[in-house]
């Protein structure tokens, strides 16, 4: 057995736990481009804004995310079988749809920096919600097989 067989369920409640700070934050941050929208560039609320927004991806959300795939690795490679499953194939598409979103959020948070949204707080407001949308499917995916039949 590998260690990564030997310590699956540490690996397991890790990467839970890595998931859980990941989403927190991607559900959060454009929740924050909502309010962001609607300052003027270069006032003091602009500024303030701006960081938060970089805290939280810098301190919470990349790490989370980088620990979330070390992890997530990890698991796999202590049951590589799972890879024949369905389901993991609906997980991993997920998992790259909300690492696409995470750098779609990173490259918005660049340009409220510069002064150069051009989005706006209703389109912040809609897609807030995408990642809990793909967490859904993931998770029912994961745990039932209506997903995979």
Same mark, same amino acid.
């Given at each position: 057995?590998?260690?990564?067989?030997?310590?699956?369920?540490?690996?397991?409640?890790?990467?839970?736990?890595?998931?859980?700070?990941?989403?927190?934050?991607?559900?959060?941050? @454009?929740?924050?481009? $909502?309010?962001?929208?609607?300052?003027?560039?270069?006032?003091?609320?602009?500024?303030?804004?701006?960081?938060?927004?970089?805290?939280?991806?810098?301190?919470?959300?990349? @790490?989370?995310?980088?620990?979330?795939?070390?992890?997530?690795?990890?698991?796999?490679?202590?049951? @590589?079988? $799972?890879?024949?499953?369905?389901?993991?194939?609906?997980? &991993?598409?997920? $998992?790259?749809?909300?690492?696409?979103?995470?750098?779609?959020?990173?490259?918005?948070?660049?340009?409220?920096?510069?002064?150069?949204?051009?989005?706006?707080?209703?389109?912040?407001?809609?897609?807030?919600?995408?990642?809990?949308?793909?967490?859904?499917?993931?998770?029912?995916?994961?745990?039932?097989?209506? &997903?995979?039949?």
């Amino acid at each position: 057995m590998t260690w990564f067989a030997n310590h699956y369920d540490l690996l397991r409640g890790l990467h839970i736990i890595a998931v859980i700070a990941w989403m927190a934050g991607m559900l959060y941050l @454009p929740r924050l481009y $909502v309010y962001h929208t609607g300052t003027t560039a270069g006032s003091e609320l602009d500024v303030t804004f701006q960081i938060m927004e970089r805290k939280l991806l810098r301190i919470i959300i990349n @790490p989370a995310m980088i620990l979330t795939w070390l992890l997530g690795l990890s698991l796999m490679a202590a049951r @590589p079988d $799972v890879l024949g499953q369905p389901w993991m194939w609906i997980k &991993l598409a997920g $998992v790259l749809f909300l690492t696409s979103w995470h750098g779609f959020l990173a490259g918005a948070r660049k340009k409220f920096a510069a002064g150069t949204n051009t989005r706006s707080a209703k389109f912040w407001r809609m897609t807030n919600e995408l990642p809990f949308l793909a967490a859904i499917i993931m998770v029912l995916a994961v745990t039932t097989e209506f &997903l995979t039949r």
